[in-house]
């Protein structure tokens, strides 16, 4: 029983880094993915698979890896929830093309934003915030992915072309179309 | 692409990054106890499905591999019985060739983001400044 308990000792260290890591990490995650669904529900099915995807495949790679592995699976599951919405949009039209016609208002964008989480911004009647994190949920995909692991998140251009799986190149556009559209935005507010 | 900015567009760009940095920060402290617990039920989730062993974590893929691969060769034989023609021994090979292929897919559904993230993590591992203290 002895020989067991190095391993039994190292697993637990291990879990609890893991624990550490995930519990620092798993705010902004759902908040991301609330941002990219505008579903807590969804959000939060979607953490719970980055999680537990990010667990079984890399939580044995050392733990300065961990951040940009785990926002890469997060980012997959992002997409493949987009992938979905998309598909399922265009069966929709496809089996009532005549009753709603095919120029509606796409349902994403007509769903108010979540929630306003910040009781400052409720309290202060603080329109400009919310316009601004309106402009943020109305971002495409990709556009605000890039925003929010480049602005929120502090990854560097190359990380963050990593986890999109992206040129460099492309999450400057991106990050650029983000910056234009959010400042347009909060113009057009004033 | 028009690149034109106005002159104050940088800083402009700047407060409007610290307004929604500083915002979705305090969001996320503000989630209620609900939230809150139900993360902490899925990190245990997540976490009880830690591999105990590098051993471990291709158990089951590997199982599953071996049982498709017996199955192909079961079949490849059992098919080259039923036949004496070479050239019939032949697409046999062929055709157990691309089931192997596309059963070792099958096997290891749950590892197949892995295998797609491998050259991420190749390049990952070639970032020698990377501390990790992003978040």
């Known amino acids: 029983m002895?020989?067991?308990?190095?391993?039994?000792?190292?697993?637990?260290?291990?879990?609890?880094?893991l624990d550490r890591f995930l519990r620092?990490?798993?705010?902004?995650?759902?908040?991301?993915?609330?941002?990219?669904?505008?579903?807590?529900?969804?959000?939060?099915?979607?953490?719970?698979?980055?999680?537990?995807?990010?667990?079984?495949?890399?939580?044995?790679?050392?733990?300065?890896?961990?951040?940009?592995?785990?926002?890469?699976?997060?980012?997959?599951?992002?997409?493949?929830?987009?992938?979905r919405q998309t598909v399922r949009r265009r069966w929709r039209v496809w089996l009532r093309p005549a009753a709603d016609g095919d120029d509606g208002p796409d349902p994403l964008e007509q769903a108010p934003t979540p929630q306003t989480h910040s009781p400052s911004a409720r309290a202060e009647g603080n329109e400009a915030m919310a316009e601004l994190e309106r402009a943020l949920t109305l971002l495409p995909p990709r556009q605000r992915q890039a925003f929010l692991l480049r602005?929120?998140?502090?990854?560097?251009?190359?990380?963050?072309?990593?986890?999109?799986?992206?040129?460099?190149?492309s999450v400057k556009t991106h990050l650029s179309r983000a910056m234009h559209s959010l400042r347009d935005r909060l113009e057009a507010h004033r | 692409m028009n690149d034109y900015r106005p002159p104050d567009s940088t800083a402009q760009e700047q407060r409007i990054s610290e307004m929604l940095r500083a915002h979705l920060?305090?969001?996320v402290e503000n989630y209620d106890a609900a939230t809150l617990s139900r993360l902490n039920q899925?990190?245990?989730h997540a976490l009880d499905a830690l591999p105990t062993t590098r051993h471990r974590q291709w158990f089951w893929p590997g199982l599953g591999l071996a049982a498709a691969m017996a199955l192909v060769l079961?079949?490849?034989?059992?098919?080259?019985?039923?036949?004496?023609?070479?050239?019939?021994?032949g697409d046999s090979l062929v055709g157990t060739q691309l089931s192997v292929d596309e059963i070792a897919l099958l096997a290891s559904d749950d590892d197949l983001e892995m295998f797609q993230d491998l050259e991420f993590y190749a390049w990952l591992e070639q970032q020698p400044d990377w501390d990790g203290s992003s978040s």
Request: hydrophobic share 40%; aromatic share 6%; with cysteine.
């Open chain 2, 25 to 27: 920060d305090e969001s």
């Open chain 1, 2 to 17: 002895a020989m067991a308990e190095p391993a039994s000792s190292s697993a637990d260290v291990q879990r609890r880094a």
């Open chain 2, 42 to 44: 899925a990190r245990q």
């Open chain 1, 24 to 83: 620092e990490v798993e705010r902004k995650a759902l908040r991301m993915a609330e941002l990219a669904t505008r579903n807590r529900e969804d959000a939060m099915d979607l953490v719970q698979e980055a999680m537990l995807g990010f667990v079984r495949s890399y939580g044995h790679k050392p733990n300065a890896e961990w951040a940009p592995l785990f926002y890469r699976v997060l980012d997959s599951r992002l997409q493949d929830f987009h992938r």
């Open chain 2, 74 to 89: 079961m079949l490849s034989v059992q098919r080259q019985s039923l036949t004496t023609s070479p050239d019939a021994v």
């Open chain 1, 151 to 169: 602005t929120w998140e502090g990854f560097d251009g190359a990380m963050t072309a990593g986890i999109m799986g992206c040129s460099e190149g």
